[in-house]
């Protein structure tokens, strides 16, 4: 007892001082470097085996995910702060809630892999690479933004992440090309291809499907559930909501998306049995989103605030993570708080550049239509304003 | 009540001038008056003429302090860049009462649409109305009540998939019940384009009179809305003016758009319907409770004049009304206004009489230059009417470009950039 007291004591001492000498003593007794942690069993559907029921999480990657996962939580309430104040204008799809989709997603695939998805994107524009100012500043239309301003909320674009797509289910048909450049090049790489509960209804996503079966593309289709496509629950839209079943012909797994750690163990799974040329496979991450569609969607006219608060109450992801790394001594609660306020300054930067960084020219407006050709000029409201166009 | 406006806050508000301090330290004592007090202040700094940077970023700081927005919202009309776009590039112009169709209701655009549905389901007993999200209302409130009135087998939703859903409207149409299908923003008609354009518009032709989808009407919110980007803002007539076989029309006010949708249902031929998203709201008008047809394919002269034709449809019917009052008054210059209304098939005859009447034409649309539907007038205006023109047709229409995200307002053909034309071809 006394030495629980003692140990809890020097846990509490040693997160608020970080002297050295005083983390020695306290790694010993008290932080763990790797743990191991079930998980729920996959669905499977023309599969023989799947995902491993077990996982390792080392200490560094638990933390790694704590804050990328904080990070994208915090940076979708600082957007859903700036539409409120007119910063951010024209639609704006927050993603909070599905944070372990994204940052497990990220941690079972290589930086060289590729992904696609829609338009419910911030979450994985950081995962792959962006930065939180460029995200905001794109949000707010500024130059700094990744894609300099002009695209906004759905069109943001890193290397080997092509989007942020508005159209619903355009993506699909998208995904399987980039798969089949994978093939072509013979470089191992996969493409995970994300559409939504709402978009597996479109035809292009079932041709997609085809396509990639027919090919033996290295495509993953993940099927984002979050059991609302905008404001149609999945039983008033799809005949079978089994998601992970629409591939008919391709194998299919079904994942709890709210387990960061079960993401990522089914991607890597996912992701190896497209490597291996056994061609494309079907995943589905059962999630949920507590934000409405968009954001002028309050998300509580069709679904009940007891349903968004239970979720959040019983399976929010950040809150699993940190329970589990608490509870098997990973890393201290004070740790964890102290990752909050330092994401919590990043963003608070982040938004102070978004909103005060100066907007792209109007030259612009007649860049890029086209590539490589002369310069033209962009005719339009009159004849006497053009603008010139740069390739 | 929000939190009191501080003298050192009302400071930042207005900047330099220093009597309206002390005013407001004065008014802060007194919560009563903080909410005039803010028009006040937001009036005296438009007259003051603060639009300047610095005063811009003391807006901004302000706004980020988490002031309530109330307060702020009398204020907003003034300077601030980010808060200037909220101001409509538009007026609505309401059309005067109708008279002959007896007794009227004030509508606005889309309680007209509910209203022109309600009238064609009780009358036709095969109609139904499908789309996404139609069933509690609308993304719009377009179809709101329609499906408690008629029953869940005549309104009701359909999965996210617009090629399905035009599909599947053209095999209902086939076997003559009257389809109403609603496409939730032009923007996403393109996966159905296809159907549309190889299967409905040909449906008659290809079976020599035997087979036809003409109940079909797809109905779809159109045009600029202030902030909708790429794909919330686009207007896609031009793409099915260039297939034969389809109608596509439209309205610029409630009025019109009961009587215009009415026509389109009840006409023989597949049709698609646009509605202007921006106006849903904003256009509000007196329009007859009973049904009535406005006929499809002529179009209106809203305003005779004899110096120059002004043609346009949907929401810029309303700038280009704006444009001729301006010239007007500016200029001496008398335009004849006219709304096209159909786009296909076009009502040549009015806009060439016009044109011979006055020997100048401005088209104007949001559409993309390039291919608009204005080139098309152009075209066979100066087929038939060459000898008459006084100066080239001049289209002010949107850039080549897609719909802008952040440009928006550089990008839409507003009143300004039509009457800068409208001054030019005068002094050709």
Redesign the interface.
Known sequence: MRKMLAAAVSRVLSGVTQKPASRVLVASCNYSKVATFPIKKCDLYRLEEGPPVTTVLTREDGLKYYRMMQTVRRMELKADQLYK???I???CHLCDGQEACCVGLEAGINPTDHVITSYRAHGLCYTRGLSVRSILSELT?RRGGCAK????S??MYVKNFYGGN????AQGPLGAGVALACKYKGNKEVCLTLYGD??A????IAEAHNMAALWKLPCVFICENNLY????SVE???ASTDYYKRGHFLPGLKVDGMDVLGVREATKFAADYCRSGKGPIVMELQTYRYHGHSMSDPGISYRSREEVQNVRRKSDPIMLLKDRMVNSKLATIEELKEIDVEVRKEIEDAAQFA??DT??P?E???HH?YCDTPPFE????????K?KSLG | MGPPLGSNQCRSLIGAPPCLPAVCGSVARNPGLQVGMAAFVATAGRLLGLRAAGTE?RW?RL??AGLRRALLQPASATGDA??R?QVAHFTFQPDPEPREYGQTQKMNLFQAITSALDNSLAKDPTAVIFG??VA?GGVFRCTVGLRDKYGKDRVF?T???E??IVGFGIGIAVTGATAIAEIQFA??I??AFDQIVNEAAKYRYRSGDLFNCGSLTIRAPWGCVG??????SQSPEAFFAHCPGIKVVVPRSPFQAKGLLLSCIEDKNPCIFFEPKILYRAAVEQVPVEPYNIPLSQAEVIQEGSDVTLVAWGTQVHVIREVASMAQEKLGVSCEVIDLKTILPWDMDTVCKSVIKTGRLLISHEA???GGFASEISSTVQEECFLNLEAPI?R???????F????EP?????KW??Y??LR?MINY
């Open positions: 104040q007119k910063f204008r024209g639609f239309g301003g002009k695209g906004g759905m069109h508005g159209i619903v289910g709402g978009a209804n479109q035809g292009q496509g905008m404001g149609t008033r839209a799809a909103t005060t907007e792209p109007l612009e407006l007649g239509i962009v005719r339009g409201a009159n004849q006497w304003i603008f | 970023g901004r706004r980020g980010a808060q776009r996404e999200d509690f939703n999965p996210l998939c090629q399905g923007d996403y393109f996966p902030h909708g980007a790429l794909y919330h993309p230059l390039t001049s002010v229409c949107g850039y080549d470009t897609p802008p995200h952040i440009f550089f990008y839409i053909p507003d950039k039509c800068d034309a030019k």
